[in-house]
C-alpha cells in the first residue's frame, strides 16, 4: 500500500499490505522468556534507529544486536536512566529525526510511573511519531504483575502485536496475532513464525 513504510521483516510487510503508517505506534506483547526480542533487533535494519532500553545497559543490547544472525542495522542504543524515567525518555525521544525508528524495550518501567504523568507522556510520543513520520515499537512484557499503566498503551497504541509462545514436548511454537490495528487491513489468522537467525514464516507444518 503506497505511504506504508516497511519494516524489514518480508512475512510482517506482506501481511500489512506494504508495512506500517508512518506516524504509528505499536505495542507489542510478549512473554518474558521468549525470543520476541529478535524481532526488534530486526526492525533495526530497515532504516535508522533510536533504540532505548530501560533494563539493560545500552552495551548489553549493542551485544546482542551484534551477535545476532538476522540482519540488523547500526541503532542509536540509549539506557533509560534516572529518577525520572519519563523524563529522561522524553528528552532522548524529542531529538528523532523524520522517518525512523524508535524502539523502547521494554514499557514496563514506564508503565509502572505516576497515571497522568505516563498519559502526557504517551500523547507526547504519539504526536512526536506523526510530526516525524516515524515508527514507534513498544515492547510490552506480559507477567503475573501487569504494570498499572499497561491498559493505556494498549488502548492509546495504533497498532497490538501480540507473541504467543508454546512450549511442547519436541518443540517449541510461535505464533504472531494481531488484535488491534487502526489502520485497517490487518490478518485475521494467526502468523507461524520461526524464531532462530531471523523472523520468518514457520512453513514446517501450519502456514500461515
Known sequence: MAGRLQTGIDVLDRKLDGGLPPGCTVAYTAEPASQSELLLYQLTAARGTL???????????????????ATVGSPTIRHVTGQ????????????LPDGANLIIDTMDVLERTDVEGFRRFFSDLKTQMLETGSIAVLHCLE???????????????????DLETT???TEIENYLTIPKFRAGGAPTERIKLELAEEVAIDTSRDIA
Open 167 to 169: 512450549v511442547g514436548a
Open 84 to 95: 525520572d524515567p519519563i523524563e529522561d525518555a522524553h528528552r532522548l525521544i524529542s531529538a
Open 143 to 161: 507477567s503475573d504483575r501487569t504494570p498499572p499503566n499497561r491498559s493505556t498503551t494498549l488502548h492509546m497504541a495504533d497498532a497490538v502485536f
Open 51 to 69: 533504540y532505548l532500553s530501560t533494563e539493560r545497559s545500552d552495551e548489553d543490547v549493542r551485544h546482542s544486536i551484534d551477535r545476532s544472525s
